[in-house]
């Protein structure tokens, strides 16, 4: 089994009658409820436990891509990655993903990966989500009937940029260049791994399992109802032949520890409220733009992640309710480590990616969660799926051989940055005297 | 009558309705919402034309939505349709996208539209007149953007939201591919360069538009009749975007009007 420890990096302050004064937490939700200086407080709590969860033996630290909203507060998610490489050692880069058809032209995700791997010393697993309607085709512009298309061939594009030896021409549909000459190309050979992160679309199912990379399910509904589409996936790798390898399937998953059962309800409570009422309440004509989800999709009777509905199926759950359907693995140690055990056998899956920082949770609430489940939950799971080869995880370079950030000397009595700059060559100086 | 028609050898099949049987052809183009079964403002125009009313690609049974990417496809798409139809020349009726689609075939050919009538077409963008985001409406509000009085008869029977959970499914997966395709002409501004175009539009041209009209509001007629050389603008009163069916009198009388002047 492994683990990836996911931030979705929300805007933790939002008003405490947001959902009734506001129609949407995504798209029009008005700037004047953002400010940068508790962003930038935000931010930096958010890589301090990113790179805590690294010392802590993670496998993977997880980040991902959204626009216009407080739900999660990275548009770039490869500027956190690239802010990662500098002070963690182990854990992978698990960037979930670049939404490839906003990208123009879509060379630029397969350079920015290729220049993190490069700086991670081939830690990064490259994610390609189609990207939420809210994101693409409400904040982004993209037609809705064509998103799907242009995410197609921005992917061709990518892997063969990364694939081909030689500078080659690519005449798409949307996408034309003449010369497509990757520089920097990646560390892992032929390209970092794969991952389709998908809210159970079914034609992400073909696409994962006619490639053969892992799909990383991202439900809010919790492993319960999550059942469905994993099954969904799994029968499509059943018919097609293709080996159930739990680490082709990746679930993400809330789950908060706590010394006790009691604790946790006492400790989880308020931000599991502020996660499901606040980041999650988006407007339902944002939730779905018609065309963003297949007629197939729709057929198929799999709910969406947002809107009308879903808000629905939440609406008056209380903390009892979220645990015992699974929308939450929370409790003491032990009861989360017999929850989750039995949450990713029923799944099959092999990757797991928790989220312990969710909603309006604090800082010290996310290191107690995070350290309880590293040192009381996670070692006793490792054994799970160990009869299978994970091929979904990076080909990383030795560690020995992964660059360590040289120490900065400056004089410190002197801090505005002239003379950070003067102390910085004076001492190249002497270096080249020598 | 509702035949099949075959385009490009069954590349496209298209759900054709017909009205009348007499008279000098008129070619309608629906808006993004989609035709009624039977359409009663084309019934009354059926006595002194004979009406082709073809569904779009997407719509109703009409297939071949994949073929067609952006306003230019759907363009030279109708003067495929109206050369396999032998009306290669012919009146043509548009409403809404149907009318900023209209504009489109007679902008790129000159000698498509015999005349033209444009009713509250789309096609332009104004900042200090946004028009409302239709995709994101939701069903309850859509009535009130498209009728001039929202609890009309008309407004009511065209906006009802069944009760019953299969109907509504049935009913949200419709709408769904048929704003699917609207998308590729209207997403998410709804100007596709209509204005660099329609210096082109060489035939007569009527715009009609809804007085209420709370979708595209009136003030876009100002810029068709002034970018369309000599055409002429009629507001109807008491109707909204949905002209046809607040004031199918008035809509029919400028329609024959127009044509048989």
Not at chain 1, 146 to 158: G, V
Not at chain 1, 374 to 402: C, G, H
Request: some cysteine; glycine content about 8%.
């Amino acid at each position: 089994m492994k683990f990836t420890w996911f931030h979705l990096m929300p805007y933790r302050f939002l008003p405490e009658d947001f959902k009734d004064k506001y129609r949407s937490v995504w798209v029009d939700i008005p700037r004047n409820l953002y400010d940068p200086k508790v962003g930038h407080r935000l931010y930096n709590d958010y890589l301090d436990q990113l790179e805590y969860a690294d010392s802590m033996g993670f496998d993977g630290l997880g980040v991902n891509e959204h626009h216009q909203n407080a739900y999660g507060l990275m548009p770039s998610p490869n500027i956190m990655a690239a802010a990662m490489t500098r002070r963690t050692r182990n854990a992978n880069l698990v960037v979930l993903g670049n939404s490839i058809a906003l990208y123009n032209p879509p060379i630029r995700v397969a350079e920015e990966f290729a220049m993190l791997d490069v700086l991670s010393g081939g830690r990064l697993v490259a994610g390609f989500p189609v990207g939420t309607s809210m994101d693409t085709n409400f904040c982004y512009g993209e037609v809705p009937a064509l998103l799907r298309q242009k995410y197609y061939e921005a992917h061709d594009l990518i892997v063969k940029a990364w694939t081909e030896q030689d500078a080659f021409a690519f005449n798409g549909k949307f996408t034309q260049l003449r010369y497509v000459n990757l520089w920097p190309k990646p560390i892992q050979q032929p390209r970092p791994p794969i991952w389709i992160p998908g809210g159970g679309s079914v034609e992400t199912w073909d696409f994962c399992a006619d490639h053969d990379y892992q799909y990383s399910f991202l439900s809010y509904f919790g492993y319960l109802q999550g059942k469905k589409v994993a099954d969904g996936y799994w029968d499509v790798m059943s018919k097609k032949g293709k080996e159930l390898n739990p680490y082709s399937m990746g679930f993400a998953q809330v789950v908060s520890v706590a010394e006790t059962d009691e604790q946790a309800e006492k400790d989880y409570t308020p931000h599991m409220d502020y996660f499901y009422n606040r980041c999650l309440h988006v407007y339902n004509g944002f939730a779905d733009a018609p065309g963003y989800r297949t007629v197939k999709t729709i057929k198929a009777g799999i709910l969406g992640q947002v809107g009308e509905r879903a808000a629905a199926m939440r609406q008056d759950l209380k903390w009892k309710d979220f645990v015992e359907q699974g929308y939450v693995i929370a409790g003491s140690p032990k009861t989360v480590r017999e929850r989750l055990r039995e949450a990713m056998k029923h799944l099959h899956c092999g990757h797991l990616m928790i989220l312990q920082q969710i909603g309006s949770m604090p800082p010290e609430l996310v290191r107690k969660n995070t350290q309880l489940f590293a040192t009381e939950v996670m070692p006793y799971m490792r054994d799970l799926w160990s009869e299978y080869e994970d091929r979904w995880s990076p080909k990383r370079m030795p560690q020995q051989n992964i660059a360590v950030p040289a120490p900065v000397h400056f004089d410190s009595t002197r801090t505005n940055g002239a003379s950070r700059t003067a102390a910085a060559s004076s001492q190249s100086e002497a270096r080249s005297a020598k | 009558m509702i035949t099949t028609q075959k385009i490009l050898d069954g590349k496209f099949e298209l759900e054709m309705h017909t009205y009348g049987s007499g008279g000098e052809p008129l070619l309608f183009l629906h808006g993004a919402g989609g035709s009624l079964p039977s359409e009663p403002f084309l019934e009354e125009l059926g006595h002194d034309f004979k009406i082709f009313a073809p569904h779009f690609p997407g719509y109703g049974e009409s297939t071949g939505t994949e073929h067609i990417d952006d306003i230019e496809d759907a363009a030279l798409f109708v003067h495929q349709v109206m050369d396999e139809l032998k009306i290669p020349s012919a009146n043509i009726l548009g409403h809404s996208m149907g009318g900023m689609l209209a504009a489109e075939v007679a902008a790129l050919d000159v000698h498509r539209a015999k005349k033209l009538i444009l009713a509250a077409p789309a096609g332009f963008w104004l900042d200090a007149h946004p028009i409302p985001d239709f995709f994101a409406a939701q069903l309850d509000e859509i009535a009130g953007l498209l009728f001039h009085d929202p609890n009309s008869p008309a407004a009511k029977m065209m906006t009802a939201i069944p009760e019953d959970f299969k109907a509504l499914e049935v009913m949200y997966v419709e709408r769904v591919k048929r704003l699917a395709t609207a998308s590729k002409f209207l997403w998410p501004i709804p100007d596709r360069g209509l204005r660099k175009r329609a210096y082109r539009i060489q035939s007569p041209t009527l715009i009609l538009w809804g007085e209420s009209d709370r979708l595209i509001p009136p003030v876009y007629a100002n810029e068709f009749t002034k970018l369309i050389k000599g055409s002429k603008l009629e507001t109807i009163k008491q109707a909204g975007h949905m002209l046809m069916y607040e004031q199918q009198g008035a809509f029919v009388k400028a329609v024959r009007d127009f044509l048989k002047r």
